[in-house]
């Protein structure tokens, strides 16, 4: 996942690099700006993820956590079917959206519940741009992703050093 994104997305993160040594132009300020309005949305699921990482570990054992995961991302889905064809655009998403999102994003650390669903849910239902939207969704997932790879990766390389299969 985390390569599709990166590589679908390569440019504007090139260019998102770009804008934070300096680069001029409306178009730069914007880049610049969405580098803050990600790292912003990335604080709350960091916050949860960290402070119940084992309530969370838990529910994974529960076929009924599960079910009702999915029945959330079903319903996240459904509501806002047809919402975003017109909205706020790539400069006007705010620092509460970015935050707003990111904190839905937390949700998603409960099994069946999508990543993807439950921050173009809570974009959508906040007036954002459905393109807009999933950029910021999409783009979103890298830190997330990043930050559970650093977690977590090192627990598993060293289960796998010593041949645990659990």
Known sequence: TLVAVVGYFFRDLLDMAIALFGASGEAMVVKRRWVWLLAFGT????????????WFAETFQSLIWAGAGLLVTGTMLALVSGKGSQGRGEAQIS???????GAIQSFALLPGVSRSASTLFC?????????????????????????????????????????DTA
């Open 43 to 54: 604080l709350p699921v960091s916050i949860v993820g960290l402070a119940l990482e084992d």
């Open 95 to 101: 620092y509460g959206d970015a935050f707003r999102i």
């Open 123 to 163: 974009a959508l239902s906040t007036g954002v741009e459905r393109t807009t939207a999933a950029r910021f969704s999409f783009m979103l997932s890298i830190p997330a992703i990043v930050g559970a790879v650093v977690l977590k990766g090192s627990a598993v390389l060293e289960m796998a050093r010593n041949g």
